[in-house]
């Protein structure tokens, strides 16, 4: 689950980026980051406009975020690290969504013909320890995520989800200089969704469940106003640690929507297959140090559908039918370098692969995308006074579509109105040529006697889209802190 409000940014890759979370690394090598220790706790507020291009997300974010997160030194041979963070806010014109975590749960939503505005709480939880000998090491950590969501107006969805995982990991020394590490995660998720009516005037709503590209199951539109979701999901991987460091995974979600009023009846499965690489090389030269590093992630989706008897006492399934799949595929080149240390300069230059399709067999319905996006990032710092210390960043992007493929023909009479068009909208968004920039500027202030600073943050980003054919995105993050 993502709580953080951010994540809308990367909303178009949501399948992506639920499947990359079944399995988050090996925690052994943390051991090995740095040498001190560090921590941090701020307050921040966000406000982001149309920075997410699906209508699951809506339209706009305004919230704030306590977070505080650690990584402490404890000898030698040890650390132990975590992080802490409370976030509400709202999300306006929300649509096709009544759940808290589309990403999680997509295609297989619950989605009524109102939509609207929607309050958001989230907590996030994280903890870890590592120990590393001459010869070998070991980490394990323990993460935990809630959300609510929730309307105050007909109709009146509160979703509760939750997400409980363990990672542990180890590494071996092969050769001088060389290691082999493997690592493992269990990870389980959950999700109550239920629509309440309280007769507002004017207010009313058919309930739809819905199949992935504007379908849905006909069978039970109407007033089945409770779902429950039930996720389990195994991952692990190698990693290697020598000249070059390098981890490979593979992730397997399996989902499953229950109707508590069909008696609990499983209407639909999603199982999430994921499989990824990564590797970086670190080089350096007399003034700069450099680092590159490459990655790839590849992701299946498939619904499946169970038929059932007329259900005159129970639903008793008779058939099971794959209607929806979904894949995506992307690979990212990235390429950072840095220099000095009063004065210290970052450059970040990244391009961006991706392709994704879905295509349900039913209605008939398929669509493609291939994108390439580009993007450059600086950032510098400079010890303006003993005390005060200051950091710029300024970045740009750039994202084009190579191809695309958009195949949803006309709407069905039974289906939920407007959300082929939705769909369509959100497609057209996507692989609409994008231009965007960013800016963000940071003061610390040391020589405080309880902690190491107390910084202050402000951060920009925009998006134009070609032709203007869509609204402009953007956000601003303004944020406070002190590290210690």
Not at 71 to 91: I, K, M, N, P, Q
Not at 280 to 293: F, I
Not at 436 to 456: P, Q
Request: glycine fraction near 10%; aromatic fraction near 8%; charge should be neutral.
């Amino acid at each position: 689950m993502t709580p953080r409000p951010l994540i809308f940014i990367a909303a178009a890759l949501a399948p992506c980026l639920a499947a990359a979370q079944d399995a988050p690394g090996n925690p052994a090598r943390m051991a090995t980051l740095q040498d001190s220790s560090h921590s941090e706790m701020h307050v921040g507020l966000t406000t982001l406009a149309h920075m997410s291009e699906m209508a699951q997300d809506g339209a706009k974010w305004r919230g704030w975020e306590a977070a505080g997160r650690t990584f402490l030194r404890l000898g030698e041979s040890s650390v132990a690290w975590g992080h802490a963070s409370y976030t509400d806010g709202r999300r306006t014109d929300v649509m096709l969504s009544e759940t808290a975590d589309y990403a999680e749960i997509g295609p297989m939503a619950v989605a009524d013909t109102a939509g609207g505005d929607k309050e958001r709480e989230a907590y996030d939880f994280l903890a870890g320890f590592a120990w590393r000998g001459r010869k070998a090491g070991a980490g394990l950590q323990v993460d935990y995520s809630s959300a609510t969501e929730f309307r105050t107006a007909d109709p009146r969805p509160k979703a509760d989800a939750t997400v409980a995982r363990v990672t542990a990991g180890g590494w071996l020394a092969v050769a001088d200089g060389h290691t082999l590490g493997l690592f493992g995660a269990l990870r389980k998720y959950s999700q109550e969704i239920d629509i309440d009516f309280y007769n507002e005037y004017g207010a009313a709503a058919t309930i739809y469940h819905l199949q992935g590209l504007g379908t849905d199951y006909t069978r039970f539109a109407g007033s089945n106003d409770e779902a429950y979701y039930k996720g389990k999901a195994i991952g692990g991987g190698l990693t290697y640690d020598g000249r070059v460091s390098a981890e490979v995974g593979i992730g397997r979600n399996h989902l499953e929507k229950e109707m508590p009023d069909l008696g609990n009846a499983v209407i639909d499965e999603t199982t999430r297959q994921c499989l990824w690489a990564k590797a970086s090389c670190p080089m350096a030269s007399e003034r700069w140090s450099h680092r590159l590093a490459i990655s790839a992630i590849w992701m299946r989706n498939e619904l499946t559908q169970n038929i059932f008897d007329d259900g005159t006492r129970t639903y008793r399934p008779i058939a099971r039918r794959k209607p929806y799949e979904a894949t995506a595929q992307e690979a990212t080149a990235e390429f950072h370098s840095a220099k000095g240390e009063a004065a210290r300069v970052e450059l970040t230059a990244r391009a961006k692969w991706s392709h994704t399709a879905e295509k349900n067999t039913d209605a008939r319905r398929t669509l493609e995308k291939t994108t390439l996006e580009a993007c450059l990032h600086a950032t510098a710092w400079n010890q303006a006074t003993r005390r005060l210390r200051l950091s710029y960043g300024l970045g740009a992007t750039h994202r084009a579509a190579l191809a695309t493929l958009c195949d949803l023909g006309a709407p069905t009479p039974k289906e939920m109105p407007r959300a082929l068009a939705i769909e369509r909208a959100a497609f057209e968004r996507q692989t609409t040529a994008r231009t965007g920039g960013e800016a963000n500027v940071r003061a610390d202030v040391g020589g405080w006697r309880h902690f190491r600073t107390i910084f202050l943050r402000a951060a920009a980003t925009a998006l134009w889209y070609e032709g203007r054919a869509f609204a402009p995105a953007w956000g601003v993050t303004l944020t406070a802190g002190v590290t210690i």
